[in-house]
Nanobody, 115 residues
Framework: QVQLVESGGGLVQPGGSLRLSCAASESLYTFYTMAWYRQVRGKQRELVAA???????NYADSVKGRFTISRDNAKSTVYLQMNSLKPEDTAVYYC?????????WGQGTQVTVSS
């Protein structure tokens, strides 16, 4: 069972930045993809950004140019750097990994963008 622990969420003003972290309980090399999703209450969970084992990345159109996904294999941690935040980025953000089939989720971290 893979454990994922997110951190870094909080309240930030529009235009501000946050960096989310997702610490995994095992080596990132065991995962095919690592990703960040977000969900607003009452809406479907949506993909924000993903990175593969070979470092290919993809982003939701709404965050391109503002968010960056990266990973530190030595720390078994995946990051989401979020810049130029907007109120519509407010959501619970979840870390996700695909272990060549099985999917695992973190508990989520709240990001609120408000003045």
């Amino acid at each position: 069972q893979v454990q994922l622990v997110e951190s870094g969420g909080g309240l930030v003003q529009p235009g501000g930045s946050l960096r989310l972290s997702c610490a995994a309980s095992e080596s990132l090399y065991t995962f095919y993809t690592m990703a960040w999703y977000r969900q607003v209450r009452g809406k479907q969970r949506e993909l924000v950004a993903a990175i593969t084992r070979s470092d290919n990345t993809n982003y939701a159109d709404s965050v391109k140019g503002r968010f960056t996904i990266s990973r530190d294999n030595a720390k078994s941690t995946v990051y989401l750097q979020m810049n130029s935040l907007k109120p519509e980025d407010t959501a619970v953000y979840y870390c996700n990994v695909n272990k060549y089939g099985p999917l695992y989720w973190g508990q989520g971290t709240q990001v609120t963008v408000s003045s």
